[in-house]
């Protein structure tokens, strides 16, 4: 599969250094350059591109803040390429695939190639690979990631203006919100059965009126979502007396 690239870089120098580097790539084809995010939004409407080079500190609009406001509608899968390693956190936290930090030498740059070569590959078939991205996420909590695997994830907690993420070892705190971790949890294991609360439904290893026993846990379903929240957790696999 030849993938569409744009670079995003306000510095001639590094535009042609990206461009060479591209050329040199055999699964990779230039789509275009831009000096700054307002022109790249531009140059990529209405186009099929599958991956951005983007840099960070540029006049007008950081790479960051572009990424922020959505990237003009649907986002191609994001290298940053960047002076400033400080901004690491915020890049991955956006679900960049990698972060480079200049300069930028070509193997480096073909291990990021790789990484998004990678991530069409695994789409494009479904499969999924222990320890690959499709059975984790990383999530902020604090200043650093922390990593989430989806199948020690007990339950999600909403309080105030953040989540509480409780896994079968700890507890995480992130500055999120429920309707937020719920794109980022697969429907098929975690139900929402509470305004507050998202449980794993394979975890869950008794019901008691409307209350779920994870582990040492409890956790209420409210009336609203009662019905539903049944029906996906218990799947129709109640034995019943003849």
Do not use: W
């Not at 930090?101 to 740059?109: A, E, L, M, Q, Y």
């Amino acid at each position: 599969m030849l993938l569409k690239a744009v670079i995003v870089d306000d510095e001639p120098v590094a535009r042609k250094v990206l461009r060479e580097y591209i050329e040199d790539i055999d699964y990779l084809e230039l789509a275009g350059m831009a000096e700054n995010p307002l022109k790249a939004d531009a140059l990529m409407a209405g186009k099929r591109i599958d991956v951005l080079f983007l840099d960070i500190n540029m006049p007008k609009l950081t790479g960051i803040e572009f990424l922020r406001a959505g990237g003009g509608g649907h986002r191609p899968l994001v290298v940053i390429t960047t002076a400033y390693a400080e901004y690491a956190l915020d890049g991955f936290e956006l679900d960049v695939v990698d972060y480079l930090v200049k300069p930028i030498s070509f193997d480096r740059f073909l291990k990021a190639c790789g990484k998004v070569r990678a991530r069409y590959a695994e789409a494009g078939t479904g499969v999924v690979e222990a320890g690959s991205a499709a059975d984790h996420f990383f999530v902020k909590c604090g200043d650093s990631l922390e990593k989430i695997v989806y199948k020690e994830l007990l339950y999600v907690e909403a309080m105030m203006n953040y989540i509480v993420l409780h896994t079968t070892g700890r507890k995480h705190i992130a500055y999120l919100t429920l309707k937020g971790i719920l794109t980022q949890l697969p429907a098929s294991h975690f139900v929402q059965v509470h305004k507050s609360f998202v449980v794993n439904r394979e975890m869950v290893s008794s019901i008691r009126g409307n209350m779920l026993q994870l582990g040492a846990a409890t956790v209420p379903v409210s009336q609203h979502y009662y019905e539903a929240a049944m029906r996906e957790i218990l799947r129709d696999r109640v034995v019943k007396r003849n």
